[in-house]
Nanobody
Framework: QVQLVESGGGLVQAGGSLKLSCAAS????????MAWFRQVPGKEREFVAA????????YYTDSVKGRFTISRDNAKNTVYLQMNSLKPEDTALYYC????????????????WGQGTQVTVSS
């Protein structure tokens, strides 16, 4: 099993940047696909980005391509989401998820979740 704790959220103006971190417990962190999802009230959790087991592959939803970068440091059991050029529509509660599957953008394939960190982008 793995436990996840997100941090780094906050309030930022449009065009600004934030870097989210997700610290994981467990000895087999490197074997999990790690991803970031986000959710706004009244909507389903939305896939944002994912990184493969050793970080060799990354995947992004179209709306964040070129602005967000997902990375992982297996030595530190941490996955990051660097968010640049933030827009008000990026405002959401951001969750870190871990999956036993090779890669998925489906929430259902992620069995482990953190508690979320709030990102608010003002216009």
């Amino acid at each position: 099993q793995v436990q996840l704790v997100e941090s780094g959220g906050g309030l930022v103006q449009a065009g600004g940047s934030l870097k989210l971190s997700c610290a994981a417990s467990g000895r087999t962190f490197s074997r999990y696909t790690m991803a970031w999802f986000r959710q706004v009230p009244g909507k389903e959790r939305e896939f944002v980005a994912a990184t493969s087991w050793f970080g060799s592959r990354t995947y992004y939803t179209d709306s964040v391509k070129g602005r967000f970068t997902i990375s992982r440091d297996n030595a530190k059991n941490t996955v990051y989401l660097q968010m640049n050029s933030l827009k008000p529509e990026d405002t959401a509660l951001y969750y870190c998820g871990a999956s036993d599957y090779n890669y998925s953008d489906s929430e259902a394939k992620y069995g482990y979740w953190g508690q979320g960190t709030q990102v608010t982008v003002s216009s």
